[in-house]
């Protein structure tokens, strides 16, 4: 705004100047004619010009008064000699006059910065009467100081004007308040707020939107028991979520940064750029004694590789479980083969008539020992079978576990009698939802192992009791104890700590594995408590 103003000062009054030049210009014409004019009416008047001229223009110097006759020659002039004076017939406005009655003309001194305006008139008796007037064209560079004076001022009060105008104008656009509906606003801005009012509610809907999405994304990957790695194209890390980085034991922010200052892995960081080449693949692998798949695949865009994603997942108890399997399997078919061998073995001799009558009791005495033995082992692979499961939820009972303590007492008293031990259950009356069946199997495992691997006049007891409103269960014996090597594996199957005592005891090694699973089938947890050669205490909370 303020250099369209200063232009059109600049501007206006240049033409300002010129329009005043011309109308002076003009002016000094119409003048100068209008006095020739005058001149010849006068001198219409009398007979002698010349004497009526001297007389005339005595008292006037600025008007030039010449006369000049049919000859060209001078024969009058207010302001030089005529004798000096040359032949006027070229002169234009001369020549015109005596040709047409009238001329005029002007010339510019550049010597004297001056310019004069002529005009003649041819008289009846057949001179010219010429009038010359000189104009001052100093006058505009005379004014000119006063001119600029007065653009400078008109400038700095439009420099001042249109600064303050500006802002009262882009003010109210500056301060527009598109949640305002009663704000003031320009008419002519009108449609524009309102489609910014409208595209701002939808950018903020779908900020919201996105918020949203990328808070759910991250709550997913963040509570997600697998970890993922996503990466851009050139290798560097875009997401790590919580579980990456608690599998690589690693703290802190590893958005942007390379793959390999998370993994060090030679296997996975060849696994990663084969992947970033387009391929994908999936690598079996150990990191930090866990057994981990990682599977990764490229992620494309518009058919170019745009980075990867890895999926870590902790196939570890998976691996125990398969390592487990195999190991029942063949613990299974040990323990199955071995009292079928001899069981096949004694009938075949009885049967060959290979044994002596008298020895046909005590063989049939083994095969029937053998048989209990097989049928002993094959109902506790079917407790745990069914335990593993969820057989059994439709007998869950409220009992006194105190009572089912005494039950199992008093069943094992016989055996504990001929073995020389004491066995009791003790505690307050604690009532249980559960499977009644199998606490008692629990309870029933727990004590005869306390009767079988204990010494002689020894103790079990049972204490049943009441903690943080769950029913607590401790089985405590005197017996040989177990060292804590074996308190990791003591709960697998078909794990016996002395395998020689165990044999000769007639346990099938799955005693406790079933107690640890009745536990865990009902939502509780188990601890032990032992020392080599001075008993051990088993607690259980359900």
């Known amino acids: 705004m303020f250099f ?31 006095q020739a004019l005058f001149f010849e009416k006068v001198l219409d008047f009398h007979d002698s010009h010349l004497e009526y001229l001297n007389s ?63 005009y003649a008139l041819k008289l009846d008796n057949g001179s010219v009467l010429r009038l010359a007037e000189t104009a001052d064209n100093n006058m505009l560079a005379r004014s000119l100081p006063l001119v600029i004076i007065i653009v400078g001022l008109a400038i700095l009060i439009s420099y001042l004007l249109s600064g303050r105008l500006t802002k009262r104008i882009v003010s109210p656009i500056n301060n527009i308040d598109l949640s305002n509906s009663n704000g003031f606003i320009y008419d002519e801005l009108a449609p524009f707020a309102k489609m910014i009012k409208s595209q701002k509610e939808q950018i903020n809907k779908q900020i919201l ?16 028991k697998e970890g993922i790695l996503l990466l851009d194209n050139k290798g560097a890390i875009l997401l790590a979520n919580d579980s990456v980085l608690e599998l690589f034991n690693a703290g802190g922010n590893y958005v942007g940064e390379n793959t390999l200052g998370l993994i060090r892995s030679p296997e996975l960081q060849k696994g990663i750029k084969k992947t970033l080449s387009g391929t994908g693949c999936d690598i079996p692998t150990i990191i930090n004694n866990k057994n981990i798949h ?16 890895a999926l870590f997942l902790d196939i ?39 044994v002596k009558h008298s020895d046909i009791k005590n063989f049939s005495g083994k095969i029937k020992g053998e048989s209990s033995r097989l049928i002993a ?78 010494k002689a006049g020894g103790s079990a007891r049972i204490t049943v009791s009441t903690e943080n409103n769950k029913t607590k269960i401790e089985v405590a014996d005197t017996g040989i104890g177990i060292a804590e090597v074996h308190f990791s594996r003591i709960f697998e199957r078909f794990y016996r700590v002395d395998k020689s005592r165990s044999k000769k005891t007639g346990g099938t090694g799955l005693g406790l594995s079933i107690v640890k699973h009745v536990v865990e089938y009902h939502g509780g947890s188990i601890d032990i408590k032992s020392v080599l050669g001075n008993g051990t205490t088993i607690t259980i909370l359900i």
Do not use: W
Not at 57 to 72: E, F, N
Not at 209 to 224: C, H, Q, Y
Not at 317 to 325: F, G, Y
């Open 4 to 34: 369209l103003t200063v232009s059109s000062i600049v501007i206006t009054t240049a033409l300002l100047m010129v329009t005043f030049y011309n109308i002076f210009n003009r002016q000094m014409e119409a003048e100068v004619k209008r």
């Open 56 to 118: 005339l223009v005595a008292t006037s110097g600025v008007i030039r008064v010449s006369l000049i006759d049919s000859g060209g020659v001078v024969i009058f002039d207010n302001f030089q000699d005529p004798k000096v004076m040359g032949l006027h017939l070229d002169r234009p406005e001369i020549k015109q006059a005596f040709e047409e009655g009238a001329g005029q003309a002007a010339r510019f001194s550049d010597t004297l910065g001056e310019k004069t305006f002529y």
């Open 209 to 224: 939107e996105l918020g949203d999405r990328a808070a759910t994304i991250k709550t997913i990957t963040e509570n997600m």
């Open 294 to 309: 990682v599977f990764l695949n490229p992620v494309f865009a518009n058919g170019v590789v745009n980075g990867a994603i």
């Open 316 to 354: 570890t108890s998976k691996a125990s479980a398969e390592k487990m399997r195999r190991e029942f399997s063949a613990n299974v078919s040990h323990e199955l083969k071995t009292p079928l061998t001899t069981i096949l073995g004694l009938s075949e001799m009885i049967y060959n008539d290979m």
């Open 377 to 454: 082992l094959i109902e506790d692979i079917i407790k745990i079978s069914e335990m593993d499961e969820g057989a059994g939820d439709k007998q869950f009972t409220n009992f006194d576990i105190k009572c089912v303590a005494l039950e199992v007492i008093e069943q094992l008293y016989p055996l504990a009698e001929s073995e020389g031990i004491s066995i009791s259950a003790v505690g307050s009356k604690s009532l249980i939802y559960a499977n009644k069946q199998l606490i008692f199997e629990m309870l029933y495992n727990l004590v005869e192992n306390g009767i079988k691997y204990n």
